[in-house]
Protein backbone atom coordinates (compact mmCIF):
# COMPACT_ATOMS: atom_id res chain seq x y z
CA UNK A 1 0.00 0.00 0.00
CA UNK A 2 1.26 3.37 -0.74
CA UNK A 3 -0.52 6.62 -1.03
CA UNK A 4 2.24 9.59 -2.11
CA UNK A 5 1.27 12.94 -1.98
CA UNK A 6 2.62 15.96 -3.70
CA UNK A 7 2.23 19.36 -4.18
CA UNK A 8 2.85 21.64 -1.12
CA UNK A 9 5.46 24.20 -0.76
CA UNK A 10 5.90 28.01 0.16
CA UNK A 11 2.39 30.47 -0.72
CA UNK A 12 2.21 34.06 0.39
CA UNK A 13 -1.51 34.59 1.82
CA UNK A 14 -4.34 34.70 -0.67
CA UNK A 15 -2.58 32.55 -2.76
CA UNK A 16 -3.75 29.02 -3.69
CA UNK A 17 -2.04 25.72 -4.12
CA UNK A 18 -3.36 22.23 -5.30
CA UNK A 19 -2.24 19.13 -3.47
CA UNK A 20 -2.44 15.58 -4.68
CA UNK A 21 -2.36 11.99 -3.43
CA UNK A 22 -1.46 8.88 -5.70
CA UNK A 23 -2.57 5.86 -4.68
CA UNK A 24 -1.26 2.02 -5.25
CA UNK A 25 -1.36 -1.32 -3.49
CA UNK A 26 -5.35 -1.35 -2.34
CA UNK A 27 -8.66 -1.41 -4.05
CA UNK A 28 -8.60 2.55 -4.06
CA UNK A 29 -12.25 3.11 -5.77
CA UNK A 30 -13.56 0.78 -2.41
CA UNK A 31 -12.29 3.50 -0.40
CA UNK A 32 -13.03 6.44 0.66
CA UNK A 33 -10.47 9.10 1.19
CA UNK A 34 -9.38 12.14 2.93
CA UNK A 35 -6.59 14.62 4.31
CA UNK A 36 -6.23 15.92 7.06
CA UNK A 37 -3.55 18.35 8.71
CA UNK A 38 -1.13 19.05 11.60
CA UNK A 39 -0.13 22.05 12.61
CA UNK A 40 3.30 22.42 15.12
CA UNK A 41 2.71 21.88 18.68
CA UNK A 42 -1.07 21.08 17.70
CA UNK A 43 -3.40 17.70 17.18
CA UNK A 44 -4.36 16.21 13.67
CA UNK A 45 -7.43 17.45 12.31
CA UNK A 46 -9.62 16.31 9.24
CA UNK A 47 -9.90 18.86 6.70
CA UNK A 48 -11.81 17.40 4.01
CA UNK A 49 -13.28 13.87 3.09
CA UNK A 50 -14.48 12.08 -0.05
CA UNK A 51 -16.70 9.02 -0.66
CA UNK A 52 -15.75 6.23 -2.76
CA UNK A 53 -17.92 7.23 -5.80
CA UNK A 54 -16.62 10.89 -5.36
CA UNK A 55 -20.29 11.55 -3.63
CA UNK A 56 -20.80 13.11 -0.04
CA UNK A 57 -18.21 15.24 0.83
CA UNK A 58 -17.24 16.65 4.39
CA UNK A 59 -15.32 19.64 4.86
CA UNK A 60 -13.69 21.56 8.54
CA UNK A 61 -15.17 24.90 9.11
CA UNK A 62 -11.98 26.53 8.81
CA UNK A 63 -11.91 25.58 5.49
CA UNK A 64 -15.23 25.42 3.67
CA UNK A 65 -15.94 27.80 0.70
CA UNK A 66 -12.29 27.69 0.32
CA UNK A 67 -10.99 24.00 -0.23
CA UNK A 68 -12.46 21.44 -2.83
CA UNK A 69 -11.92 18.18 -2.31
CA UNK A 70 -11.54 15.90 -5.69
CA UNK A 71 -10.87 12.57 -6.91
CA UNK A 72 -10.45 10.32 -9.85
CA UNK A 73 -11.25 6.54 -9.43
CA UNK A 74 -9.62 5.63 -12.84
CA UNK A 75 -6.26 7.45 -11.63
CA UNK A 76 -6.57 6.33 -8.30
CA UNK A 77 -5.85 9.55 -7.09
CA UNK A 78 -7.32 12.22 -4.48
CA UNK A 79 -7.04 16.16 -4.57
CA UNK A 80 -7.08 19.26 -2.42
CA UNK A 81 -8.06 22.37 -4.39
CA UNK A 82 -7.02 25.26 -1.90
CA UNK A 83 -7.43 28.74 -2.34
CA UNK A 84 -7.55 32.20 -0.35
CA UNK A 85 -4.84 30.10 2.03
CA UNK A 86 -4.18 32.10 5.37
CA UNK A 87 -1.21 31.48 7.43
CA UNK A 88 -3.38 29.54 9.82
CA UNK A 89 -3.22 26.45 7.01
CA UNK A 90 0.36 26.26 7.70
CA UNK A 91 1.19 22.38 8.32
CA UNK A 92 1.68 19.40 7.69
CA UNK A 93 -0.99 17.87 4.98
CA UNK A 94 -1.75 13.72 4.88
CA UNK A 95 -3.40 12.01 2.56
CA UNK A 96 -5.43 8.94 4.07
CA UNK A 97 -7.91 6.21 3.60
CA UNK A 98 -10.88 6.99 5.84
CA UNK A 99 -14.43 5.65 7.36
CA UNK A 100 -17.56 7.82 6.17
CA UNK A 101 -17.26 9.51 9.33
CA UNK A 102 -13.75 10.53 8.48
CA UNK A 103 -11.72 9.00 10.69
CA UNK A 104 -8.43 8.11 9.57
CA UNK A 105 -9.08 3.69 8.65
CA UNK A 106 -5.75 3.00 8.68
CA UNK A 107 -3.27 3.88 5.72
CA UNK A 108 -1.57 7.09 5.41
CA UNK A 109 0.26 9.08 3.04
CA UNK A 110 3.72 10.68 3.90
CA UNK A 111 2.90 14.44 4.11
CA UNK A 112 3.70 17.44 2.20
CA UNK A 113 4.25 20.70 3.66
CA UNK A 114 2.33 23.53 2.94
CA UNK A 115 3.49 26.76 4.75
CA UNK A 116 1.20 30.51 4.21
CA UNK A 117 2.96 33.54 4.47
CA UNK A 118 0.91 36.24 5.60
Known amino acids: VQLQASGGGLVQAGGSLRLSCAASGFPFDYYAMGWFRQAPGKEREAVSC????????YYADSVKGRFTISRDNAEATVSLQMNSLKAEDTAVYYC????????????WGQGTQVTVSS
Open 50 to 57: ISSTDGPT
Open 96 to 107: ATVYTSCQPSGY
